[in-house]
C-alpha cells in the first residue's frame, strides 16, 4: 500500500491524558501536514513540515499539541492532557512540492479522537 | 472567518441527472481552487482541480468552473452515478507557503 497510513485508526482516551498518533506519508513525498475535522465542518489546518522541518505552527489550537517529523519520513502529533473539545478526526496528508507550483495533498484515513 | 463557504449543505440527485455543488470564497488572494470528495470513514479524495489562470478544468464526469470576478467556483458531475454519493469539499489556496482552507462540505447524494 503507498497510501498516507495513519495509526491508529480510532483513539478512546480519557480526559486528563496524553495521546499520540502517527502518520506515515507517501514515501516520496516531502510535505506532510496535519489537520483537524470535527462533524459538520471541514478540515482545518494545524501545522505541516517540509522533510523534518516544522514550516507552519502557529494554528495550534493550544501549546498542549505538539507535532514532529524527526527524521523527515514518519510525524507524530502529541495531545497533552487532553480536553472533551479535542474530540475530533486528525487527519494527515503528504504531498511532494518540488517547487514554487500547485501541490495536491493525499489525505489518510485519520485516527479518531474521543476524550471521555 | 470562513474564507470559503459551501452554503448547501447537502443535495439529492437522480441518477444519470447533473450534479452542480457550489463554492464560494471571499479571499481575492486564493489563486489555486480543489475539490475533494469525503466517503464515511476514510480521509477525503483529491478530485480535480483548477488554477486562477483559467475558467475551466475537464476531468471524465467531473468539470470545475471558476468565476473570479464572482469569487465563485462549482463542480459539475455529469451524468450523475450511485458512487459518487459522498460528502464533497472545496478548498483554496493563496500563493507561496500557505496551507489549504477548506469549506464546511456538501454531502451529495445520487439516487437510483
Known amino acids: 500500500d503507498t497510501g498516507v497510513s495513519q495509526n491508529p485508526r480510532h483513539k478512546i482516551t480519557k480526559r486528563g491524558q496524553n495521546v499520540t498518533f502517527r502518520c506515515d506519508p507517501i514515501s516520496e513525498h516531502n510535505r506532510l501536514y496535519w489537520y483537524r475535522q470535527t462533524l459538520g465542518q471541514g478540515p482545518e489546518f494545524l501545522t505541516y513540515?517540509?522533510?523534518?522541518?516544522?514550516?507552519?505552527k502557529s494554528r495550534l489550537l493550544s501549546d498542549r499539541f505538539s507535532a514532529e517529523r524527526p527524521k523527515g519520513s514518519f510525524s507524530t502529533l502529541e495531545i497533552q492532557r487532553t480536553e472533551q473539545g479535542d474530540s475530533a478526526m486528525y487527519l494527515c496528508a503528504s504531498s511532494l512540492r518540488l517547487g514554487p507550483q500547485n501541490e495536491k495533498l493525499f489525505f489518510g484515513s485519520g485516527t479518531q479522537l474521543s476524550v471521555l | 472567518d470562513q474564507q470559503v463557504k459551501q452554503n448547501s449543505p447537502s443535495l439529492s440527485v437522480q441518477e444519470g441527472r447533473i450534479s452542480i455543488l457550489n463554492c464560494d470564497y471571499t479571499n481575492s488572494m486564493f489563486d489555486y481552487f480543489l475539490w475533494y470528495k469525503k466517503y464515511p470513514a476514510e480521509g477525503p479524495t483529491f478530485l480535480i482541480s483548477?488554477?486562477?489562470?483559467?475558467d475551466k478544468n475537464e476531468d471524465g464526469r467531473f468539470t470545475v468552473f471558476l468565476n473570479k470576478s464572482a469569487k465563485h467556483l462549482s463542480l459539475h458531475i455529469v451524468p450523475s452515478q450511485p458512487g459518487d454519493s459522498a460528502v464533497y469539499f472545496c478548498a483554496a489556496r493563496r500563493p507561496g507557503n500557505t496551507p489549504l482552507v477548506f469549506g464546511k462540505g456538501t454531502r451529495l447524494s445520487v439516487i437510483a
Open positions: 513540515f517540509q522533510n523534518e522541518a516544522q514550516l507552519e
Open positions: 483548477i488554477s486562477s489562470i483559467k
